[in-house]
């Protein structure tokens, strides 16, 4: 059973940065790619960014420059370093995880198979 569990959120001002994590476990083998979703209150969820078992990582161009995902495979650890954060960054942050070849790699959560309970982020003016 996967399980993943975030944590890092919290309260910042605008331009500040926060480092997100997301703690996973149950994977039988590498053969996974994992991803951060957002969901703003009274929004759809939207895509962030991606990372696959060999390190190709996706970002959507509202976060193009500001945010890098990250992996350490020794600690089963997934992250999201957020930088030069906007008030339009806050939402609850999923951490979320599929199977797929080592070099497969989605953007879509109907892809993702595990999801975490999320962590909220909030961005100040």
């Known amino acids: 059973q996967v399980q993943l569990v975030e944590s890092g959120g919290g309260s910042v001002q605008a331009g500040g940065s926060l480092r997100l994590s997301c703690a996973a476990s149950?994977?039988?083998?590498?053969?996974?790619?994992m991803g951060w979703f957002r969901q703003a209150a009274g929004k759809q969820r939207e895509w962030v960014s991606s990372i696959n078992a060999v390190g190709t990582t996706a970002y959507a161009d509202s976060v193009k420059g500001r945010f890098t995902i990250s992996q350490d495979n020794a600690k089963n650890t997934l992250y999201l370093q957020m930088n030069s954060l906007k008030p339009e960054d806050t939402a609850v942050y999923y951490c979320?995880?599929?199977?797929?070849?080592?070099?497969?790699?989605?953007?879509?959560?109907?892809?993702?198979?595990?999801w975490g309970q999320g962590t909220q982020v909030t961005v100040s003016s």
């Open positions: 149950g994977f039988t083998d590498s053969n996974y790619y």
């Open positions: 979320a995880a599929a199977r797929g070849s080592g070099i497969y790699i989605s953007r879509f959560g109907v892809d993702f198979a595990y």
